[in-house]
């Protein structure tokens, strides 16, 4: 066993460089739980495209909510709706966030 924590010593490490990196995988088992709720309550979808597009819509909600943003002003700033805030777009505010400190 000690030989096996040896010559994985700069993986298990990596987080005294990397303080960002989550030592537990609950935020990322969390994301995908809505997406397993739903799917159990509906059925799943009735197509490919169908699937897909929950998928995309909920990827953009899980973002906007982590950055702070209400989803419906996103989709309303992305279908240029009049009188809705405009929104940058979403690479634009969580590439500033993945920035190593």
Not at 14 to 41: F, M
Not at 48 to 73: H, P, Q
Request: aromatic share 4%; net charge positive; proline share 6%.
């Amino acid at each position: 066993m000690l030989a096996r924590l040896h010559t994985n010593k700069a993986e298990l490490l990596r987080v005294l460089d990397r303080p960002e990196i989550p030592l537990h995988t609950n935020g990322s088992e969390n994301d995908i739980r809505a997406q397993v709720t739903r799917r159990k309550v509906s059925g799943g979808t009735r197509s490919d495209t169908g699937r897909d597009c929950r998928d995309a819509f909920l990827g953009l909600a899980k973002t906007c909510g982590k950055l702070g943003l209400s989803f419906w002003d996103y989709l309303g700033a992305r279908l240029g709706i009049t009188g809705q805030t405009a929104i940058p777009y979403l690479p634009d505010l969580v590439r500033p966030r993945c920035q190593p400190a």
